[in-house]
């Protein structure tokens, strides 16, 4: 995969809060990382880690007024986001920045045909009017693999399955050729073997068209087929950044290690797994110190005071945990 | 982990030869049959005292539709389940409800599968009332130890399942399951809908159960990972049909159906060295009202033959006698 040096996007110590009758909810709690071009990065947690949260602050969708991203920057080359009005973002999204979601069914709209949802899209580019724009949409859909395109446009989702559906967003999400797209659990839904196509339709697009792709997800098996760097979160919070193969051979922070022994594994066999006791903390109650600390076997006293600060554990690989120093 | 019952011992269920057809009809009022879905189209497999026997598939393969005529949700069009021998075809009432009592089930869902009116104790202790006529103080000395045993406190018997997360509230319908000492329990998807480190808490439970009561499980999952985890045996779906079945090792290890290796091939790795030998299947599952001729998987089979378009394959031994494909390449 081709990478450039510059970043294309760059995440600084974001900071969404939501508020509610209970109190302040942390749900993204100082999170920085960077995206390089035709970089692929996974975001893994579990859910309440923040992971959702965090892409829908890239995207300026935090759901108002509870939420409310209170600090931090979100730089797409070199501009901030954060700054942006919400009409400028309008246009950012599906220009420069779009997304793809878990359930195809909810993020297509059932009374249009996916012809129509596609020119949409389309449109939004300044000079993109008139009669080419029927064949650019048959285009992108043939682009995602879909058999028929020609007649296939005039189709409503209800009369696609789940994998052409997730497609044809797939289609929408390309279609105003995006530096960044972020996938949130974007294969979730779909069966296995229709997944691996899809998994592998993304990275041929991303391979045409130099895309950088950010994964969401809770999936260890799409980071390791996927990704080229993996941020694993906790409660709101990024405890460890590394290079894919990094992170599988030395897990450096004891969450990531435990999550990665819990996961049933096809390839051999397991005589037991390893199970982490306990749950995810309430984002309103966090700990103060670790958050992991209640959960973590090798927690002492230091890690229930304070936040570990980030340690550096080999090349590009970055830990929160006191254990590492 | 096979307790010392599980040995040589014959199926505690048998589902022979199982059909379950729906008809698709047309019009409002007179409903006229048009059409037949096959969800499940002869199947035949058996479960062990102490087992777990799994039935892997994408969704449409009727892998839920087999689970439900086992919990008497469904009637078989055709085709037998006999219990301990015994057909359930030809049950009366009192065999109803011993069966009823013998196998439970535990759901994908516990968001959905526990009355949220009614507190966890009540929950668990209502088949022990109905079914086993115990006395109240009976009942919650029983309860008291279920809960001990799927790792909850005594005093959280007094909530309601809201106040639970979702690998306590799965705990909760296991007890539930447990509490009328059953012979087998159904798990449909019961780790699916839960957090990645919760999943192993649930599955080493459900293990740690079968070890120490012997229970047998029938488990439908559709994550590779999690049936080599859990099963003893596994039956391989596809279109209402199992295509392989074989004892867990040996399936893992050699898969010989298309379609089986392309669904170990389609499952993500574990690692991000390890490389597979890809069979990206091209196209989707076709439609059960109108599944192709021959061998319903030949349509996206990388190795179909002329012969498979004409002629459905039958499930037969290979070198392996306790291995079973039905496929014209062996």
Redesign the interface.
């Known amino acids: 995969m081709a990478q450039g040096h510059a970043p294309v996007l760059e995440v600084q110590d974001l900071r969404t809060y939501f508020y509610t009758r209970t109190g302040v909810v942390k749900a993204v709690d100082g999170v920085s990382f960077s995206l390089k071009e035709g970089e692929t990065l996974g975001v893994v947690g579990e859910s309440g880690s923040g992971k959702s949260m965090t892409a829908l602050s890239i995207m300026g969708l935090v759901p108002q007024p509870a939420g409310k991203i209170v600090g931090g920057k979100v730089l797409l080359e070199g501009e901030d986001l954060l700054q942006k009005t919400p009409a400028e973002m309008q246009h950012i999204r599906g220009q420069k920045l779009c997304m793809i979601l878990q359930d195809p069914m909810t993020s297509l709209n059932p009374v249009y045909t996916v012809g129509n949802q596609l020119i949409e899209t389309l449109r939004l580019k300044p000079g993109n009017r008139g009669r080419g724009i029927k064949e650019r949409a048959i285009e992108l859909l043939s682009k995602v693999k879909i058999a028929a395109p020609e007649a296939r446009i005039g189709n409503y989702p209800h009369q696609m399955s789940g994998g052409m559906r997730q497609r044809v967003v797939g289609a929408i999400a390309i279609a105003g050729a995006p530096k960044v797209l972020i996938a949130d659990e974007a294969t979730t839904s779909l069966d296995a073997t229709i997944q691996y196509q899809y998994l592998q339709l993304l990275r041929e697009l991303q391979e045409d068209t130099g895309l950088s792709i950010i994964f969401i997800t809770h999936d260890f098996g799409i980071v390791a087929k996927m990704c080229d760097r993996v941020a694993v979160m906790y409660a709101g919070r990024l405890v460890e950044l590394a290079p894919v193969r990094e992170l599988f051979n030395k897990p450096a922070h004891p969450y990531t290690e435990a999550l990665m022994r819990s996961v049933p594994n096809v390839d051999e066999e397991v005589d037991h797994l390893y199970a982490i006791e306990g749950q995810p903390p309430a984002l309103d109650k966090l700990p103060t110190g670790c958050s992991f600390a209640p959960r973590c076997p090798y927690a002492f006293e230091r890690c229930v005071q304070e936040y570990p600060s980030s340690v550096t554990v080999g090349e590009s690989h970055y830990a929160h945990c006191w254990k590492l120093l | 982990m096979t307790t010392a019952i599980a040995a040589a011992t014959e199926p505690i269920i048998s589902v022979e030869n199982c059909q379950k057809y729906f008809p698709v009809t047309s019009g409002l009022v007179l409903r006229k049959a048009i059409g037949q879905v096959k969800a499940v189209d002869g199947v035949t497999f058996h479960i062990k005292q102490g087992e777990t026997y799994s039935l892997v598939g ?2 449409g393969c009727g892998k839920t539709t087999t689970a439900k005529m086992v919990l008497l949700v469904e009637r078989p069009t055709a085709g037998s389940i006999k219990f301990r021998g015994k057909d359930l075809a030809t049950f009366r009432s009192d065999d109803y409800k011993e069966y009823r009592s013998s196998v439970q089930a535990v759901f994908q869902d516990p968001w959905s599968s526990l009355n949220p009116r009614m507190r966890v104790g009540h929950i668990i202790m209502e088949p022990l009332l109905t079914n086993k006529k115990l006395s109240r103080n009976e009942a919650k000395e029983r309860l008291a130890s279920l809960l001990q045993e799927v790792g909850l406190h005594q005093f959280q018997g007094d909530y309601y399942p809201h106040e639970f ?1 979702g ?2 509230r799965q705990r909760i319908a296991i007890a539930r399951a447990l509490s009328l000492e059953p012979n087998v329990i159904v798990l449909d998807e019961p780790v699916s809908a839960l ?7 649930i ?2 439970l459900l293990r740690d159960l079968q070890e120490r009561h012997g229970v047998s499980y029938l488990l439908i999952a ?5 049936v ?2 859990m099963s003893h045996h596994v039956g391989v779906m596809y279109l209402g049909k199992i295509v392989e079945e074989a004892p867990t ?1 040996e399936l ?1 290890t050699n898969p010989m159906h298309p379609y089986t290796k ?13 490389q597979r030998e890809d069979i ?2 091209s196209g ?2 076709p439609s059960p009202l109108n599944p192709p001729k021959g061998c319903a998987f030949h349509p996206r089979c990388p190795f179909a033959m002329d012969r498979c378009s004409q002629e459905m394959p039958v499930l037969k031994a290979a070198q392996n006698p306790e291995h079973a494909v039905s496929c014209h390449l062996f």
């Open positions: 994408e969704s997360s690998g306590q957090d990645v480190s919760i999943r192993a808490q599955m080493n559709h994550n590779l990972a999690t080599r985890y090792r893992f392309a669904l170990i091939s389609a499952s993500l790795p574990s690692h991000p060295d390890i990206v299947l989707e599952i």
